[in-house]
């Protein structure tokens, strides 16, 4: 049964914030019909019922997104964190991805220099599938992404529709690494998600932070999600 547990967020807040999420897990356009047809049957039967099927698809544009959680600076940081999540959930982080996430943080009034951090995790597919497995366990004076490592942990759900939205978006397991062939030759070897994204570990922690809000807060049933 739906929780009815009250949220820190407006439907408003609500419905700006997964239209955001959405702008973002779309942004470099790698999605398929079924992909699209996923996510909206995520918002509009587990989310947000009350969206317009329309609503839900239409990209959202930085001064909106701006006008409905701008004035609140702990929902626009939340919101950054999730966003810097959706794009990191498919082990790339595009450029397209980049510059909308900027412009969000702009639009937010927030300070980009976390994202300098994130930015680092740039790269395409043919090179992150020839490079070396990356190590998340560096020094502490060597790793780079320690900034948004910690970052992206304060990252507080509070919001079951939210939570649910996580639980789907990251998986429960770590994907299998797998070869392209064509024409029966290997193209290219795409190494497992946990090593292709220097920040998995954030989002298994995000996922589980997640499930334990839904089980612990809300008093769901969380096994769909396991």
């Not at 990209?59 to 997104?65: G, R």
Request: aromatic content about 8%.
């Amino acid at each position: 049964m739906p929780s009815t547990i009250d949220s820190p967020y407006t439907p408003e807040q609500i419905k700006v914030w997964l239209r955001g999420l959405l702008t973002i897990a779309w942004a470099d356009g790698h999605f398929d019909e079924d992909e699209k047809d996923l996510i909206t049957a995520m918002t509009q039967d587990d989310l947000a019922p009350s969206l317009n099927f329309f609503d839900a698809l239409k990209p959202i544009d930085p001064e909106e997104l701006g006008a409905v959680l701008g004035s609140d600076p702990a929902a626009s940081e939340n919101f950054l964190r999730m966003a810097v999540m959706v794009a990191l959930a498919d082990g790339i982080y595009s450029t397209e991805e980049d510059v909308k996430l900027q412009r969000f943080c702009t639009a937010l009034g927030l300070k980009a220099q976390v994202l300098e951090s994130v930015r680092s995790t740039l790269y395409d597919l043919k090179a992150a599938a020839t490079a070396a497995p990356l190590d998340g366990d560096k020094g502490e004076g060597m790793d780079p992404l320690k900034p948004a490592r910690e970052w992206l942990d304060q990252l507080d759900v509070q919001d079951p529709r939210l939570a649910r939205f996580i639980c789907k978006l990251v998986p429960s397991q770590c994907p299998f690494e797998r070869d392209v062939t064509l024409f029966g030759r290997k193209i290219v070897h795409i190494p497992p998600m946990c090593k292709l994204n220097p920040l998995y570990e954030q989002l298994v922690g995000l996922r589980f932070r997640a499930l334990s809000y839904l089980a612990d807060d809300c008093g769901e049933d969380v096994a769909p999600y396991l």
